[in-house]
T-cell receptor, first 114, second 110 residues
């Protein structure tokens, strides 16, 4: 059971370049999330999607866009990367049914913007 | 929005010791979870506990929602318990907007 899969795991960008982080889950979860984690800090919510076709801003959405492509996939796009976006990005999913809201994380994507 | 505060920020224990980690939050919640981030960065869900008490082996958690805090107990700590422990809360479970605390960094020495 793969759970939550993120790609790529590592990426180095130059300032101004664009890229998309991909996330897919195979647990049939309704909700998906993107968080970023900076050194010595907790996780901050960038965007989330409560269900297919809906997205909403989290705590730090500026500089990012998201797409909930279908129930399985939720992508995060940086249109013009900045050094302040150097971080580790985590995708997560959860379902309000069954185990009721438990959050499951991918392994993270480490992004460096030069 | 909801504020989440965890204490202590850092904790060093000898193997075999017990510890209590605290999570305070500023508003009523319908969702509260504890996570462990191991030294390799992997985030593991420990408990989903918006209220009440749960136990899983040497770990247990209690949430007193009316008083807006949750406690994570680690008994007979082992070196593999080292890492960062996060509390995350959500005001409305269905919206899924979970906000994390800053974490407690635990180091267990052999």
């Amino acid at each position: 059971n793969a759970g939550v899969t993120q790609t790529p795991k590592f990426q180095v960008l130059k300032t101004g370049q664009s890229m998309t982080l991909q996330c897919a889950q195979d647990m049939n979860h309704n909700s998906m999330y993107w968080y970023r984690q900076d050194p010595g800090m907790g996780l901050r919510l960038i965007y989330y999607s409560a269900s297919e076709g809906t997205t909403d801003k989290g705590e730090v959405p500026n500089g990012y866009n998201v797409s909930r492509l279908n129930k399985r996939e939720f992508s995060l796009r940086l249109e013009s990367a900045a050094p302040s976006q150097t971080s580790v990005y985590f995708c997560a999913s959860s379902s309000p049914e069954g185990a009721a809201g438990e959050l499951f994380f991918g392994e993270g994507s480490r992004l460096t913007v030069l | 929005g909801i504020q989440v505060e965890q204490s202590p920020p850092d904790l060093i224990l000898q193997e075999g010791a017990n510890s209590t980690l605290r999570c305070n939050f500023s508003d009523s919640v319908n969702n509260l979870q504890w996570f462990h981030q191991n030294p390799w960065g992997q985030l593991i869900n420990l408990f989903y506990i918006p209220s009440g008490t749960k136990q899983n082996g040497r770990l247990s958690a209690t949430t007193v929602a009316t008083e807006r805090y949750s406690l994570l107990y680690i008994s007979s700590s082992q070196t593999t318990d080292s890492g960062v422990y996060f509390c995350a809360v959500g005001a409305f479970r269905n919206t899924g907007k979970l906000i994390f605390g800053q974490g407690t960094t635990l180091q267990v020495k052999p």
